[in-house]
Structures are given as C-alpha cells and as structure tokens.
C-alpha cells in the first residue's frame, strides 16, 4: 500500500527496501535490531527518515542480505 501521505524527507518501508536493496522482511530485521528507526506512520505502515536510510545504504555492500 504507497497510497498514504508521508512528510517529506521520509521513506515507505516500500521505498526503504528498495534503496537498501532488500526485501520487507529485511527491513523489519533491521529495526528488530536496532539498526533503523521507525520515524512516523502507523503500526502496518511505518515510515524512516530518508538521511537514515541513506546512512544505512552507505554502510551496506550492494546486495547483502539484512
């Protein structure tokens, strides 16, 4: 669901997976350890903020599995 409204300079789990280059499911791994922070939305569709995701993608190799 892209549908809702986000504030600007957030991502949709949707568009953190895909620039982090990951499934869904790695994203939820990802907060379950700590390692990005939901910054708004709701329980069923959480929003990041876009420097934090972009921080993340910088540390990750291309392709590697969360």
Do not use: C, F, N
């Not at 300079?9 to 939901?38: D, E, S």
């Not at 569709?45 to 910088?58: C, E, G």
Request: avoid cysteine; charge should be positive.
């Amino acid at each position: 669901m892209e549908s809702q409204i986000i504030r600007p300079g957030h991502l949709t789990a949707h568009q953190a997976a895909a620039v982090l280059g990951i499934t869904l499911g790695g994203v939820r791994q990802l907060v379950h350890r700590g390692k990005l922070v939901r910054s708004g939305g709701t329980v069923g569709q959480p929003w990041y903020a876009a420097t934090d995701v972009a921080a993340l993608a910088a540390k990750r190799p291309a392709g590697q599995a969360a």
